[in-house]
């Protein structure tokens, strides 16, 4: 089966602090490839960051970088100096076989 | 970058009526397109997985009857409720993939949603 599970339905963290969202996720493929998704209030699904399983190194794009473990399973997000436009629902996702599985989402709250 | 436009980006319908939702990809060739559904804060739900030119598949659960969906060229899929019922009102969400070329799992892009209400 595939799956992915995030266990913090909702965080929040105070402008300009780091604020990591976990996600684990299972599949039986051995290619496929991992994507945090950003949904705002707007529901405009925006890509943050994407990683391909066969990469050992962690994708970084400006603030938001991913640590990923394959062995573990686990593709947490790390986002720096937290903007108050990084307010949304966070999804994390991966690809096998042409179809997305998502989460279920973190919704993050950025305190002023 | 590839952009994919919905239409309507909301719509209120009456019971028992049709509508009809469009996902047009603007500058690329979309080979494969998806239709979610996605309830108040939760997750999006796959309905169905359409080809360029041919029948739609769709996950299990979900009526084909009820939600049609034709892929008719390389540029637009649409998405029909049919006799739609207070309870199909949702947040519809498409997902285009680009055709040909580049790594595979890359070129998805997503439409901006339709929330249909229907009263």
Redesign the interface.
């Known amino acids: 089966a595939q799956t992915v599970t995030q266990s913090q339905p909702e965080m929040s963290v105070q402008e300009a602090e780091t604020v990591t969202l976990s996600c684990t996720y299972d599949t039986s493929e051995n290619?496929?490839?991992l994507f945090w998704?950003k949904q705002p209030p707007?529901?405009?699904?925006i890509l943050v960051i994407?990683q391909?399983a066969y990469k050992q190194q962690n994708a970084t794009e400006n603030r938001f970088s991913v640590n990923f473990q394959k062995a573990a399973k686990s593709f947490s997000l790390k986002i720096s100096d937290s903007q108050l436009g990084d307010t949304a629902?966070y999804?994390c996702a991966f690809?096998a076989g042409?179809?997305?599985y998502?989460?279920?989402?973190t919704?993050l709250t950025v305190i002023p | 970058g590839a952009v994919v436009s919905q239409h309507p980006s909301r719509v209120i319908c009456k019971s028992g009526t049709s509508v009809k939702i469009e996902c047009r990809s603007l500058d690329f060739q979309a080979t494969t397109m998806f239709w979610y559904r996605q309830f108040p804060k939760q997750s999006l739900m796959l309905m169905a997985t359409s080809n360029e030119g041919s029948k739609a598949t769709y996950e299990q659960g979900v009526e084909k009857d009820k939600f049609l969906i034709n892929h008719a060229s390389l540029t637009l899929s649409t998405l029909t409720v049919t006799s739609a019922h207070p309870e199909d009102s949702s947040f519809y969400i498409c997902s285009a993939r680009a055709a040909g070329g580049g790594r595979p799992y890359y070129g998805y892009t997503f439409g901006s949603g339709t929330r249909l209400t229907v009263v």
């Open positions: 290619n496929y490839y998704y707007s529901r405009q699904m994407r391909e629902m999804f690809i042409n179809q997305f998502f989460g279920t989402g919704s």
